[in-house]
């Protein structure tokens, strides 16, 4: 039995942000289905995450990967500045791409405030 979603959601665990996201789903995603992977860092460790795409590309046949990353995100400690969050997640984005080029790829970095900021290409 196959279950057919349209998207994957990676962000951090950081309960701090979790109302933010959900509010961003309900709006950004209505009516859409997602898979959800919460993990510290968000794509830090991005091995872990490649994995989780993998399945989610493999059983649930997404076509849109949603990738977001905080501020002042303990996993990534002092490193946690924007350039870095921005860096990781174009890093995050070419791997996978270079996996599943039929993708699309989303960035977003989220502010204590809750503003996702978009993140383009550099």
Same mark, same amino acid.
Request: hydrophobic fraction near 35%; proline fraction near 2%.
């Given at each position: 039995?196959?279950?057919?979603? *349209?998207?994957? &959601? &990676?962000?951090?665990? +950081?309960? /701090?942000?979790?109302?933010?996201? /959900? +509010?961003?789903?309900?709006?950004?995603?209505? =009516? !859409?289905?997602? %898979?959800?992977?919460?993990?510290?860092?968000?794509? !830090? %460790?991005?091995?872990?995450?490649?994995?989780?795409? %993998?399945?989610? #590309?493999?059983?649930? $046949?997404?076509?849109? #990967? &949603?990738?977001?990353?905080?501020?002042?995100? =303990?996993?990534?400690?002092?490193?946690?500045?924007?350039? $870095?969050? $921005?860096? *990781?997640?174009?890093?995050?984005?070419?791997?996978?791409?270079?996996?599943?080029?039929?993708?699309?790829? *989303?960035?977003?970095?989220?502010?204590?405030?809750?503003?996702?900021?978009?993140?383009?290409?550099?």
């Amino acid at each position: 039995m196959s279950h057919i979603c *349209d998207a994957i &959601v &990676v962000c951090c665990i +950081d309960f /701090r942000f979790q109302k933010f996201i /959900r +509010d961003w789903t309900d709006k950004n995603l209505a =009516g !859409k289905t997602f %898979d959800l992977v919460g993990y510290a860092g968000s794509t !830090k %460790d991005l091995d872990t995450i490649l994995k989780q795409i %993998d399945i989610s #590309v493999r059983l649930h $046949r997404i076509t849109r #990967v &949603v990738l977001i990353h905080h501020e002042e995100c =303990g996993a990534y400690g002092s490193e946690s500045t924007p350039d $870095r969050h $921005r860096n *990781d997640l174009f890093k995050a984005k070419s791997s996978i791409l270079s996996l599943n080029p039929h993708l699309t790829v *989303d960035l977003y970095y989220l502010t204590l405030s809750g503003e996702f900021i978009s993140v383009s290409n550099p």
